[in-house]
Structures are given as C-alpha cells and as structure tokens.
C-alpha cells in the first residue's frame, strides 16, 4: 500500500503527481499485465532476445 503524506498548503495535484511517480515505481501495473494471460517461458525468452537485438541494432545504428 502506497502511503502519501500531504504537507499543509500542498496542491492535490502536486501530491498526485507525487502518487504516480511512486505508483510507476513499484511496477504494479506491469505485473498486473504480464498476469493476465500466461505466456511459456519459451515465448518469453524468444521476446527477450528479440529485443535484445533490436536494442543492439539501434545502438549500432548511432
């Protein structure tokens, strides 16, 4: 559970903007996706590297 403290005279935007920030470090959400359906673990190895060499191959391409 994600806990903010708002300090007196602070924005609610502010605060929220702080809550997201915090929210999109926990990888909730990505956890939450990759639960939805099951994937093998070979399917997901061959991602992996599949991104692995588009990353190599931008890196080369600098």
Known sequence: MIIIPVKDGEAIE??????????????AM???????????PSVRRRQQLIKAAYVQQLKQAE
């Open 14 to 27: 502010r605060a929220l903007k702080r809550f997201k920030r915090k929210f999109d470090k926990t990888g």
């Open 30 to 40: 990505k956890d939450l996706r990759a639960r939805k359906e099951f994937v093998k």
